[in-house]
């Protein structure tokens, strides 16, 4: 069974303050990661991807990767109360039609 | 706005019932996704399809199976109800060889009693 590992949290940070959310894998063949979004009562909203070792930025969000160290991390700058949610790591299973496996995601609280 | 459609936020169904949920996507996705969604074991994919009328097993099959009819329709059945399959089901869809993402529908969540 592949796996995905997430810290369960609560992860509290301050307002304006970096949020920093990491995400372990067991699959080395893994080749596609993905970081949802997930309010209370709703559904996973996808945030960002990203398929190549290094940094990708998105606004506020920046995803990093590192395939040699099997781990993804996402890095919300200025953090805002809207923010406070659960984040899902998701790793692709094999091909891309096969589906994602997730991590059970943090929970993060930002404290006005 | 691109939707994934699913026809019940709620539903309570008793022990031993066949239960349907119906998902419906407007993306002309090519894949599509059953997962539930519990307190502390997070999302397990059940099945999923990449194509009209295929379907494959995910991780947790076992008490359900599903129907690919139409590409835009994925169905999920539970053959006859137990108490241990109350959850948050939630469909998806997404595009292709390259997951891009999925989208999810906005999830029913099935109580069995």
């Known amino acids: 069974q592949k796996e995905v590992e997430q810290n369960s949290g609560p992860l509290s940070v301050p307002e304006g303050a970096i949020a920093s959310l990491n995400c372990t894998y067991s699959?080395?063949?893994?080749?596609?990661f993905f970081w949802y979004r997930q309010y209370s009562g709703k559904s996973p909203e996808l945030i960002m991807f990203i398929y190549s070792n290094g940094d990708k930025e998105d606004g506020r969000f920046t995803a990093q990767l590192n395939k040699a160290s099997q781990y993804v991390s996402l890095l919300i700058r200025d953090s805002q109360p809207s923010d406070s949610a659960t984040y899902l790591c998701?790793?692709?299973?094999?091909?891309?039609?096969?589906?994602?496996?997730f991590g059970k995601g943090t929970h993060l609280i930002i404290q006005p | 706005d691109v939707k994934v459609t699913q026809s019940s936020r709620y539903l309570v169904k008793r022990t031993g019932e066949k239960v349907f949920l119906e998902c419906v996507q407007d993306m002309d996705h090519e894949n599509m996704f059953w997962y539930r969604q519990d307190p502390g074991l997070g999302l397990r994919l059940i099945y999923f399809s990449y194509d009209v009328k295929m379907k494959e097993k995910g991780d947790i099959p076992e008490g359900y199976s599903v129907s690919r009819e139409k590409k835009e329709r994925f169905s999920l059945i539970l053959e006859s109800a137990s108490t241990n399959q109350t959850s948050m089901y939630l469909c998806?869809?997404?595009?292709?060889?390259?997951?891009?993402?999925?989208?999810f529908g906005s999830g029913t969540r099935l109580t069995v009693v």
């Open positions: 998806a869809s997404s595009q292709g060889d390259r997951i891009a993402g999925y989208t």
């Open positions: 998701a790793v692709n299973r094999r091909g891309g039609a096969d589906g994602l496996t």
């Open positions: 699959d080395r063949g893994s080749q596609s």
